[in-house]
Structure formats: structure tokens, C-alpha cells
């Protein structure tokens, strides 16, 4: 499924699959890698090829995020520098690749993120903000200009991320909570679900007082 939010891509390929987000050339996740077919022929409805991709960003590294890494052919890939190790030594285990059942690839990231770090795609310039306790190197991207989200598995349209996963803490995941509810935001791109198109700084908060379930 292809949902278009402006001229941001969500590309959704499975329950178990993370949202995809395609900006410019930029992508940022990549699901499990299991839907590689489908894949391919929704990037070919948006007249776009595999190849065409030159950065793949990981929100974190779980399996659901990082196993189709590989489609984009071309592209380099960035992960937060407390996830780095599980795509530089293929960890099965804080991947939860073992849970999926699925099988990654010793791979070096190419880019290293940090907290606070700017990022340019297309036309947006980003932040990294360093969002811990669903995994320790979870991160979310903030355009401020556009009081834009791309959350991860920190916040979804309805709850938050688990934090009993390899890596998990509840007291991080409240820390990284209580930093984003700061934000000034208005839509949240979220890891899985439907997006928050409008008041998202509302929802974040309703969240964090259970106005939301």
C-alpha cells in the first residue's frame, strides 16, 4: 500500500513490516526484507527504481527496520551509533531477527549518527534526537520549519513503543517521552500504523497521560 503524506512516501507492506518513508532520495526504514517483489513493483509505480536511492536511514535496529536494508542497491545506510554493532555484527539477537525468523548480513554502517546531528533531505533539513528505550540507539528525525515527527518505535498514533526487547528500559523510554513532548509538532510519521496528520503535540501528550489507549 502506498499512502502519500505531501510529497513524503509511506509505502506499507505487510502487519510485520515497518513503515517505509521515501523523501527525495532519501528512505528511511526498510521493513523485513521478506516482501522484496512487492517492494519492487511499488517503487516502480512511483517511476522509481531500487537503484535510485542514495541514503537509507534506520530509526533503529530491529529486524522489522533494517532487513530490506539491501533492496535499495545503491544507497548507504545510517543507524545511531548505540544500534551500530547489531548491523556491523549481524546480531540476531538485539536485531530480533531470531524472533521474525528471519537472517541478516555482517554490514558496516556507513554513516554513524549522533544526537543533534543535521541532516539534509531534499528540501528539509532534520535533527537527530536520540530517543533510547525501545533500543538503545532508537532515534527519531525532527524538521522543525515543518513541525515534522518521524518517530521510530518511540510514539504511534495510539501508544508507544515496547521497551521489554533486547536493549528495553522503561526509564529511558520515559526520559526520550517526556524530551519529544516538547516538541513543537504537528504531524508524527510513526514506525508502524497510521500517521498523525494534524495536532501531533496533543496526541504525543494524551498519550503520556493515558488520554489515548
Known amino acids: 500500500m502506498i499512502k502519500r503524506i505531501g510529497d513524503i512516501v509511506l509505502i506499507q507492506l505487510s502487519d510485520v513490516d515497518s513503515n517505509i518513508y521515501i523523501l527525495d532520495d532519501t528512505v528511511i526504514d526498510s521493513g523485513t526484507g521478506f516482501n522484496f ?9 512511483l517511476k522509481k527504481k531500487l537503484g535510485d536511492f ?10 522489522d527496520h533494517i532487513g530490506g536494508n539491501g533492496y535499495f542497491t545503491e544507497a548507504k545506510v545510517a543507524i545511531h551509533e548505540k544500534d551500530a554493532a547489531i548491523l556491523e555484527k549481524a546480531d540476531m539477537s538485539a536485531s530480533m531477527a531470531d524472533f521474525f525468523r528471519g ?7 556507513d554513516q554513524i549518527l549522533k544526537d ?3 541532516i539534509k533531505i531534499g528540501k528539509r533539513e532534520f535533527e537527530v534526537i536520540h530517543t533510547p528505550g525501545h533500543t538503545p540507539g532508537c532515534i527519531c528525525l525532527y ?15 495510539d501508544g508507544i513503543g515496547n ?3 533486547p536493549g528495553g528500559s522503561e526509564a529511558e523510554m520515559d526520559k ?13 510519521l510513526p514506525g508502524h500504523g497510521d500517521p ?7 496526541v504525543i501528550k494524551d498519550i503520556l497521560k493515558g488520554g489515548a489507549e
Open 37 to 45: 517483489t512487492r517492494m519492487y513493483s511499488l517503487i516502480k509505480m
Open 54 to 63: 542514495r541514503l537509507v536511514i534506520n530509526t533503529h535496529g530491529h529486524f
Open 103 to 109: 537472517k541478516i548480513k555482517p554490514r558496516k554502517p
Open 116 to 118: 543533534g546531528q543535521k
Open 143 to 157: 524538521c522543525k520549519k515543518e513541525k515534522l515527527l518521524i518517530s521510530g518505535d518511540l510514539i504511534f498514533a
Open 163 to 165: 521497551v521489554d526487547g
Open 176 to 188: 526520550s517521552l517526556e524530551r519529544v513532548s516538547k516538541l513543537a509538532v504537528e504531524k508524527i
Open 196 to 202: 498523525v496528520l494534524k495536532a501531533g503535540s496533543k
